[in-house]
């Protein structure tokens, strides 16, 4: 692949990935700042595959590729900047998705959708012991690994350091979720396969 085209699909990839980010949201994202870092955290603290540089800024990590972003997103339509008066000499710009872009994201999401669930029938066959509950009108997928013979509080560190993917370990919902890892789909397809595959080798060089 070569740069130019690279540079297009992780630009593709961190659109898709901030349109996650603002259409889960129940109200607007609140100032310029707030954007920037909560960006920064989804990608540093969780693991959300931005491409995104930051550096140091006056009131936090601040990311240049991601001001070129927000510029798209307001170009094409899909992101209200809605200036508030704050004070007579402050303004605070807010951010919300408009009606064009919920719609381009949840297209988006019914397709991923459906291509996640061909991809989770590939890990069904591929590794019996994990059982999958498919997701009910939601982007959530939880994965049962009580079956693989890890132990439920060693299953988070097996998955960072093995498959080197980050999921949401169940036993923080509660005694019930232990043994379960859930999965967000709504995501760029290139990185659920990526994680689906990661998975199924980490899982596959186990003894059972």
Not at 125 to 142: A, D, R
Not at 181 to 202: D, F, H, V
Request: aromatic letters at 12%; hydrophobic letters at 40%; glycine letters at 6%.
């Amino acid at each position: 692949m070569d740069g130019e085209l690279l540079a297009r699909k992780q630009f593709s990839d961190d659109i898709l990935l901030v349109l996650a980010a603002l259409f889960h949201r129940r109200t607007s994202l609140k100032g310029r700042t707030r954007f920037q870092k909560t960006i920064f955290v989804l990608k540093e603290e969780y693991d959300i595959p931005f491409t995104f540089k930051f550096r140091p800024y006056y009131y936090g990590p601040y990311s240049e590729d991601l001001t070129d972003l927000v510029f798209t997103l307001k170009a094409i339509k899909f992101l209200d900047e809605i200036p508030q008066k704050m004070s007579r000499d402050i303004v605070r710009y807010n951010y919300q998705l408009t009606e064009k872009g919920k719609k381009y994201f949840k297209v988006f999401k019914r397709s991923a959708k459906e291509k996640t669930l061909e991809a989770i029938e590939r890990l069904k066959e591929n590794i019996p012991q994990i059982e999958v509950n498919e997701p009910e009108g939601t982007y959530l997928v939880w994965l049962d690994f009580r079956k693989i013979g890890i132990a439920s509080n060693q299953m988070e560190k097996f998955l960072h350091e093995k498959a080197k993917v980050a999921l949401d370990d169940g036993s923080m919902f509660g005694k019930g979720g232990e043994g379960f890892q859930r999965i967000n789909i709504a995501c760029p397809r290139s990185i659920l396969e990526k994680a689906l595959k990661r998975i199924l080798k980490a899982v596959k060089e186990l003894k059972f």
